[in-house]
């Protein structure tokens, strides 16, 4: 399984003319011209990631609102690199909201990097993700180095851990009010068929 997109998306040069023509800043990111492209973008990334967060590895859904098209270096603050392929990376909405427009990059710069030298968070393009962190039970991340434990804190990865424990609690009531209820029954029935045998012993 690969851990970094070995192949960015490639613009075709009808896609770059519409780029030119309505791309001025990070905001337009959002005008509708540009919708068909997205869905070529995620359906181009998917297998390149295996279906994967760039960040928590968790599966991505098929619904629009179930992933999103992420802007590694943060777009607000590079507008340049909007729509550099190697800036775009597939996450889950979480990861995405998580990680915001934090700064991920340890000096400024002026074009956009061919290396992760710069960049403390594990960089899709660049990084092969098992070097700076292993994933136990799907849930509990550990870091392998610094830029690891620096993704883990940006993208809040524990988070996965957190959720993961709450819904064990709410299975595990689940399953004591079952147990309870299947208890109650029981000693109903024990008592109806107690009741039945008195009742038989009395008739006769």
Not at 41 to 57: E, G, S, T, V
Request: glycine share 2%.
């Amino acid at each position: 399984m690969s851990n970094q997109i070995k192949i960015p998306y490639k613009f075709t040069l009808a896609e770059k003319k519409i780029i030119t023509s309505n791309f001025s800043s990070h905001l337009d990111w959002e005008k509708v011209i540009f919708d068909a492209l997205k869905i070529k973008i995620r359906d181009n990334l998917r297998p390149k990631q295996n279906n994967k967060c760039c960040y928590c590895k968790r599966e991505l859904g098929y619904d629009i609102k179930e992933v999103d098209i992420e802007h590694i270096i943060p777009k607000s603050e590079y507008s340049d690199f909007t729509f550099e392929p190697k800036n775009l990376a597939l996450s889950c909405p979480a990861c995405n909201t998580k990680k915001g427009e934090k700064k991920i990059l340890n000096r400024k710069i002026v074009r956009y990097p061919v290396h992760s030298k710069n960049c403390t968070i594990n960089h899709a393009h660049y990084d092969d993700y098992s070097k700076n962190i292993l994933i136990h039970d799907g849930c509990v991340f550990e870091a392998l180095t610094t830029k690891g434990s620096h993704t883990i804190t940006v993208c809040e990865l524990f988070r996965l851990k957190i959720v993961e424990n709450k819904a064990k609690v709410k299975i595990a009531k689940r399953n004591k009010s079952s147990r309870l209820i299947n208890l109650i029954m029981n000693a109903n029935q024990l008592e109806l068929q107690n009741a039945m045998t008195e009742l038989m012993k009395r008739i006769k």
